[in-house]
């Protein structure tokens, strides 16, 4: 039997990978269903993002190399929490986090 894409028409979705290609893959796989995508490869340039496009929703890059997102603290902390500072609306935001090994 096949499975129907599901309809993501009405989303705009951040996608933040500092990897090109499962970036490009994220993306080619979203847009697919239908969504609106942008694409952030470090987290100042998903804070920007995230104030001029408004997503519903962010995929994020859980990576453990030194310089990534998931150490943008310098703690080792939650590769979401570019999301704080100053973001209201991140509060009704749909957010998941995806990692691999290498």
Known sequence: MKRALPDLRRL????????????DLVTTTLTA???T???AHRAEQA???LGEVRPQA??????PREGSLGRLN????????????GCLHARRM??????GFT
């Open 74 to 85: 310098g703690d080792g902390g939650s590769p979401l929490r570019f999301l704080r500072p």
């Open 58 to 63: 962010v995929v994020c890059d859980l990576s």
């Open 12 to 23: 705009t979705i951040l996608v933040v990978e500092d990897h090109p290609d499962t970036a």
């Open 47 to 49: 804070r920007t993002l």
């Open 94 to 99: 749909t957010a998941c986090v995806i990692g």
């Open 33 to 35: 269903c239908g969504a």
């Open 37 to 39: 995508v942008h694409v």
